[in-house]
């Protein structure tokens, strides 16, 4: 797509961007940088000028040909921060009013399906307002997909809950992915939500990109603010060695050697040979110049510090390649200055918390 949306004197956005086809692509960046504004260019709630928004092959909007589809003749999806469900309609009358718009010879995602995937079918003869914001939530995204989108749009679908319902919806998420070949564009303000659930990122500052790419490639970016908050992590992929059932661990071979990492409760059980998808933690990383064999932490890796940076005025933010992946890790300047660390040393990685997501 390539969109100019001029608001007011104060802000311009102007894009021109390739997204994948597929997957969950968030778009991420400070509140004002244009998220919102460039998700309603999608979906044609504002009107760019100049645009061009092609979806899946499919030309919503190219003022070059004169070309413009109305958001009602758009085939996506939205969902919102807070769900905006009929509160004089049950949950299954909600439901039907989406699908209503879609000619059945359109439909691509059946009603059971929705309901299925998003376990409401026990929510159904609910009112909306006797349902709790997960629940809600849950509820506007199957009647999002009841309608047979295209694309998904979302606008931070999780930002209004609190964090342990934010954990109980995650997994919808990813089951959408696994079961539904339904692109998503997601905007959010939480890198905890980008690790989990987006394959590429849209890096926005100021209504123009920064950066586009992969998720796990652009986290570990020492140039980019992805890299700086306190979530701060690098995504690893490995494939299941063995499980030590006695010590609840999962032993995880990848690029850089075998990561011992705990067995979430609750987890689904896992079979040798699967792949899984890592996260480490900066903050979970610590580097010593020897193997300390004296130490509680499991994981201990050889690796080179590729860069050092600043990070406040107490912390530094080191990147470290080990086997060929890039590790974040963020220990104090004193330690840093301390060991003298620069690029191109060779370290051991101290890896403290491993977090298994899929
Ligand atoms: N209808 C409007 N009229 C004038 N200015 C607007 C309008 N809508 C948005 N803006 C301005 O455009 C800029 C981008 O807003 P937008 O909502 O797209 O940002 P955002 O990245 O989604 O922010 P947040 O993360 O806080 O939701 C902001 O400066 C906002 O004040």
Known sequence: ?????????????DVDLQLPGRGITALFGPSGCGKTT??????????????RVV????VWQDDATGVWRPTHRRPLGVVFQEASLFDHLNVQRNLDFGRRRVPAGERRVSLEQAIDLLGIAPLLPRNPGSLSGGERQ????????????????????????????????????????????????YVTHSLDEVARLASEVVLMQAGRTVAQGPTAQLMTRMDLSLSQGDSASALIEGTLESVDAAYGLLQVRFAGGVLQ?????????RTPGQRLRLRVQARDVSVAMKAAT????????????????????????????????????????????????????????????????D
Do not use: W
């Open 1 to 13: 797509m390539r969109a100019k949306v001029e608001r007011g004197s104060a802000f311009t956005l």
């Open 38 to 51: 460039l998700l309603r260019a999608v979906a044609g709630l504002v009107r760019p000028a100049p645009g």
């Open 55 to 58: 979806v899946n092959g499919e």
């Open 138 to 185: 849950r509820v506007a995204i199957a009647r999002a997909l009841a309608t047979s989108p295209r694309l998904l749009l979302m606008d931070e679908p999780l930002a209004a809950l609190d964090s342990a319902r934010k954990a109980e919806l995650l997994p919808y998420f990813e089951r959408l992915q696994r079961e539904l070949d339904m692109p998503v564009l």
């Open 261 to 269: 990492c705990v067995q979430a409760a609750g987890a689904p059980p």
């Open 294 to 357: 004296d130490t509680s932490i499991l994981n201990v890796l050889p690796g080179t510090v590729q860069a050092i940076a600043q990070d406040g005025p107490a912390q530094s933010l080191l990147s470290l390649d080990v086997g060929g992946c890039t590790l974040l890790a963020r220990i104090t300047r004193k330690s840093a200055d301390a060991l003298r660390l620069a690029a191109g040393q060779a370290v051991f990685a101290q890896i403290k918390g491993v977090a298994v997501l």
